[in-house]
């Protein structure tokens, strides 16, 4: 018997990823985006550690980001819109209009 996982995001976007320009709130922000559908990232908060899990996923050039809150289990929504997307650079803007730019980390 054999068994497939399915890949929920496209390859290129699988991966580590830093932020090189963006939105103070992602200064020094990292994330890694898994394909079965999961991200990790990780924000510098005032010089402490802020990790965030969410599930996401890209459909027609919008990459869909669902957060929980952890006491009520409320889920939340974000759409950023792809702009570029290859093997070394993901530019994203989001609901405001801001450009996210990011690097692969190898």
Sequence with gaps: MEFVVWNKLPKELVGKWEVVQG????AEAEFQFFPTGKIIGH???QGNDRPMEADVRVEEGKLYITTR???????????Q??????DR???VADERGMIIRMARIP
């Design 23 to 26: 939105p103070p709130e992602f």
């Design 43 to 45: 924000f510098n908060d």
């Design 69 to 79: 809150r952890p006491s009520t289990g409320e889920e939340h929504v974000s759409v």
């Design 81 to 86: 819109t792809i702009r570029t997307l290859n």
């Design 89 to 91: 650079q993901l530019v």
